[in-house]
């Protein structure tokens, strides 16, 4: 028996955890995807500031990525903190960051998030690859980036992918697989229905694929295509843009020209304190640019001025360059040792751009012819030739094969945009049908609705005429028990009979039932109206009531009687039910307070008494004629104003310990009576 209930025991607990669970994995769900949005929306407003201001977005992201509790969530705010890292050239700190996400991503099951997350973070390490010159690494990457890229969810950041893969295959002289990615790039942005703001980019790296084919035709033609949206380019894009476009004349051999573009990469990058990096690569090539046009002072200036950016940083290709330029530049100043010093400790980094290694050829073949070392001198012109031959064929071979794919690529599209045209003239038709039948629909439904409003609003001015015919029989109803003319006659009778002394009271009375037909057919009075009325009420009740009574009427020195007004009987009927239903059978004091004040937008009326309360079994309860016909009343004029007359009613405790009934009204001051 002990074994069973065991059992059951621990089936129970198995089961309330399930349905523990199942309940929190909604939550849990939810949280998470809010975050998502969260970081989305951050990276939508944010993500064009990487660029510009990295240091700012990046402590931004590492404080979201604090407060998320959703680990992939924290990842991607990582993510956008070692892209701002590269952004200001802070390799190392953009390597540490990367391998954190990594680990991370190794960890986790697959998902169309973890996707993004892993596209972006290889994605980064091939740009940290190629900013050191590690060209076939960074290559590799790139493509682990498209291919997890094309799992994910964010298609719109493909091309940007394809960009670096073809930028990648440039710089390692797969010139026709550059242009591949370039033109599937451009393919992906008007399939997708991207905006134009992701082709300049792809325009001026296809022209820099013509300046290594020496195709300027082209090229210029590409980066005219570029240049049309240069005002809305990021930063970083202007200074790819600037910089391609000054190389093109580089090797056409217009210095001047690339000079002063270079010198707008230099301008540029002063306007952005993070662009470390781009300054002191326009600062490399003006250095280059003044050698060709033997300024050597200039070149001089420019070259020490990159040289400790590029060893701190340790970037292999650069600094070969930069040897080379000093090289160029002792040889211009016939300083034949510091050239050779150079040449001694200077080591071609394996997979350095063959035209660097054309000019540093050139520049040895000079350095040979001075040092009358014609040998060798003899070398490096041959070396220099064969290499011409082979750049000119395999620039041949590259053309052939770009055109292989223009033209492959071409068919292609046609062939789509056959196969979309006919997609669209079906769709066309079936359009046409759905926008008549909508549009017959639509007619319909305004017809329907218009005769809905109309009777409803003819329904609604019917029920405010047969309210306020009901409020006014009802008010008269009241008001008008009996005939006031006969009232009348018998009571002067009566006066008649009396003798001035005696019938003060029957005046009172008098004068209390004519100001009450007076005001009988007035919706509103004046508070000052009112308050007569309330006196001569109250005047005559207090025979009844004894000495043991007391009224008191305060009124606020911010109040003017004259000019507020309220619905006719608003106090008198609440003051009629204090006395006949609270204070008439009380035995002891009998107070009554009529306290008006100022408030923020309006007037305050309290109506106090301490008979006890209001109490729903008492036997003094009367039929509460009056204050419903009073709130009906309220509630017609509440129909047509914005700000509403409040009422309340509830019992109070007073000073002395003793229960009271407090009746409260705030009249709004902008209030319109008219109905």
């Known amino acids: 028996m002990w074994r069973i209930a065991w059992t059951e025991r621990l089936l129970c607990i198995v089961i309330i955890a399930l349905i523990a669970l199942t309940a929190c994995t909604p939550r849990k769900q939810k949280i998470e995807q809010g975050e998502m949005r969260a970081f989305e929306a951050f990276f939508a407003a944010n993500g064009d500031s990487v660029s510009i201001t990295p240091r700012k977005v990046r402590t931004q992201a590492l404080l979201k990525m604090q407060e998320a509790k959703?680990?992939?969530?924290?990842?991607?705010?990582?993510?956008?903190?070692?892209?701002?890292?590269?952004?200001?050239?802070?390799?190392?700190?953009?390597?540490l960051l990367i391998r954190q996400i990594?680990?991370?991503?190794?960890?986790?099951p697959f998902s169309a998030q973890l996707a993004d997350l892993k596209s972006e973070c290889y994605n980064m390490r091939g740009n940290v690859y190629a900013r050191t010159g590690y060209m076939d690494s960074?290559?590799?990457?790139?493509?682990?980036?498209?291919?997890?890229?094309?799992?994910?969810?964010?298609?719109?950041?493909?091309?940007?992918?394809?960009m670096n893969l073809a930028d990648a295959n440039n710089r390692l002289g797969k010139l026709d697989a550059g242009a591949a990615w370039y033109r599937r790039a451009l393919i992906l942005c008007d399939s997708l229905d991207i905006v134009s703001t992701k082709k300049p980019p792809i325009y001026y790296g296809l022209a820099q694929i013509y300046v290594a084919l020496r195709d300027f035709d082209q090229c210029d033609y590409y980066y005219n295509l570029a240049a049309e949206s240069y005002e809305s380019m990021l930063p970083f894009e202007k200074h790819f843009y600037l910089n391609n476009r000054g190389t093109s004349y580089y090797y056409r051999g217009d210095y001047e020209t690339a000079i002063s573009y270079f010198r707008k990469v230099i301008d540029l990058a002063k306007d952005y304190p993070d662009m470390l990096f781009e300054q002191n690569l326009g600062w490399m090539n003006l250095g280059d640019c003044f050698l060709q046009v033997n300024e050597a002072d200039s070149a001089?200036?420019?070259?020490?001025?990159?040289?400790?950016?590029f060893k701190k940083i340790g970037i292999p290709t650069a600094l070969y360059y930069i040897d080379t330029q000093n090289i160029e530049l002792a040889l211009i100043r016939k300083d034949l040792p510091q050239a050779q010093r150079i040449l001694t400790g200077s080591v071609a980094p394996p997979d350095i751009d063959p035209d660097m290694i054309?000019?540093?050829?050139?520049?040895?073949?000079?350095?040979?012819?001075?040092?009358?070392?014609?040998?060798?001198?003899?070398?490096?012109?041959?070396?220099?030739?064969?290499?011409?031959?082979?750049?000119?064929?395999?620039?041949?071979?590259?053309?052939?094969?770009?055109?292989?794919?223009?033209?492959q690529q071409d068919s292609t599209v046609m062939a789509q945009k056959v196969f979309i045209r006919e997609k669209e003239n079906e769709v066309l038709e079936l359009r046409q049908t759905?926008?008549?039948?909508?549009?017959?629909?639509?007619?319909?439904?305004?017809?329907?609705g218009f005769i809905y409003t109309y009777n409803k609003k003819k329904r609604a001015l019917l029920l405010a005429q047969n309210r306020r015919t009901v409020?006014?029989?009802?008010?008269?109803?009241?008001?008008?028990?009996?005939?006031?003319?006969?009232?009348?006659?018998?009571?002067?009778?009566?006066?008649a009979e009396r003798k001035a002394e005696e019938h003060q009271e029957l005046s009172s009375l008098v004068k209390l039932m004519r100001r009450n037909l007076e005001l009988a057919e007035q919706l509103c009075v004046t508070l000052e109206e009112e308050l007569d009325f309330v006196k001569i009420y109250i005047d005559l009740e207090r025979r009844s009531l004894g000495t043991t009574f007391h009224p008191v009427i305060e009124i606020g020195d911010d109040v003017c009687p004259g000019q507020v007004q309220l619905p006719s009987m608003l106090i008198q009927i609440p003051v009629e039910n204090a006395v006949k239903h609270a204070l008439r059978g009380k035995e002891g004091e009998r107070n009554l307070w009529i306290i008006i004040s100022s408030q923020a937008n309006g007037t305050c009326i309290r109506i106090r008494d301490n008979g006890g309360g209001y109490r729903m079994n008492s036997r003094n309860k009367g039929t509460g004629t009056g204050m419903r016909v009073i709130m009906q009343t309220i509630q017609i004029l509440n129909m047509k104003n914005k700000e509403a007359i409040d009422v309340a009613v509830h019992n109070v405790r007073l000073p002395g310990?003793?229960?009271?009934?407090?009746?409260?009204?705030?009249?709004?001051?902008?209030?319109?009576y008219k109905i």
């Open 358 to 407: 054309h000019i540093r050829n050139k520049y040895l073949q000079r350095y040979y012819e001075e040092t009358e070392n014609y040998r060798k001198a003899y070398f490096y012109l041959k070396e220099n030739n064969r290499m011409d031959d082979s750049v000119r064929n395999e620039r041949v071979r590259m053309r052939t094969a770009d055109l292989a794919l223009r033209y």
């Open 434 to 448: 759905k926008t008549f039948w909508i549009a017959l629909s639509i007619i319909t439904l305004m017809a329907v």
């Open 300 to 309: 001089a200036k420019y070259i020490s001025k990159c040289q400790p950016f």
């Open 70 to 95: 959703d680990s992939l969530v924290r990842h991607n705010y990582l993510a956008v903190a070692s892209k701002t890292c590269l952004m200001s050239s802070d390799i190392d700190s953009a390597r």
């Open 102 to 108: 990594e680990d991370f991503t190794m960890k986790q």
């Open 657 to 672: 310990g003793e229960a009271g009934c407090e009746v409260t009204f705030l009249l709004p001051d902008k209030y319109d």
């Open 138 to 162: 960074a290559e590799v990457y790139f493509r682990k980036a498209y291919e997890q890229r094309m799992q994910g969810t964010k298609m719109e950041v493909v091309p940007d992918i394809l």
């Open 471 to 495: 409020s006014t029989l009802r008010l008269e109803n009241i008001r008008n028990r009996l005939s006031p003319h006969f009232i009348f006659n018998v009571l002067n009778q009566e006066m």
